[in-house]
T-cell receptor
């Protein structure tokens, strides 16, 4: 699997937008970009994924660079509950149940 | 609809002992994957079970073994425990062919 690079940690004020970056310069044309997050004392949970176009769901937005070598997870209004470790993961298209390959992720702190 | 459940929540074992961890997948899911998460690291894939057979395996020794039952629940067994086996063990369930994995809260294993 292609590798991703994320900052170790980031900090945000409550109710402000948060932009979490991820670099994946060796991404292949068939790799989807997935984001998972892990809240304290919980297992990881799926956030969002995309291939080329920007994606939105109730949790977040995913902005993908035109060359696909980087992406940004956007939390529009951070809450204290969003404090977690965020993982950016590449998965081959139609990979079915291939395992997730986690890096160390970005630890997001949210300040009230 | 219950999500993924794991038992026990915490466990303390002595070096050299054996341990069994249990996982019940989300309703309707047929595939179970196990991950090990050391402190400060992302989860690492151990193995995956589908149709009661081990389908994929990560870079873990044979001391790590598993089983899947006809009701899709699964067990992870670790023999001859080492201090380095101390970690959070996560179970994830999914439906064969679909990408999203749902994680349980994990079992915290401490080996002394």
């Amino acid at each position: 699997d292609a590798k991703t690079t994320q900052p170790n940690s980031m900090e945000s004020n409550e109710e402000e937008p948060v932009h979490l970056p991820c670099n994946h310069s060796t991404i292949s044309g068939t790799d989807y970009i997935h984001w998972y997050r892990q809240l304290p004392s919980q297992g990881p949970e799926y956030v969002i994924h995309g291939l080329t176009s920007n994606v939105n769901n109730r949790m977040a937005s995913l902005a993908i660079a035109e060359d696909r070598k980087s992406s940004t997870l956007i939390l529009h209004r951070a809450t204290l509950r969003d404090a977690a470790v965020y993982y950016c993961i590449l998965r081959r298209m139609n990979s079915g149940n291939t395992p997730l390959v986690f890096g160390k992720g970005t630890r997001l702190s949210v300040i009230a | 609809d219950a999500g993924v459940t794991q038992s026990p929540t915490h466990l303390i074992k002595t070096r050299g002992q054996q341990v069994t961890l249990r996982c019940s997948p989300k309703s309707g899911h047929d595939t179970v994957s196990w991950y090990q998460q050391a402190l400060g690291q992302g989860p690492q894939f151990i193995f995956q079970y589908y149709e009661e057979e081990e389908r994929q395996r990560g870079n873990f020794p044979d001391r790590f073994s598993g089983h899947q039952f006809p009701n899709y629940s699964s067990e992870l067994n670790v023999n001859a425990l080492l201090l380095g086996d101390s970690a959070l063990y996560l179970c994830a369930s999914s439906l064969q062919g679909l990408d999203e994995q749902y994680f349980g809260p994990g079992t915290r294993l401490t080996v002394t």
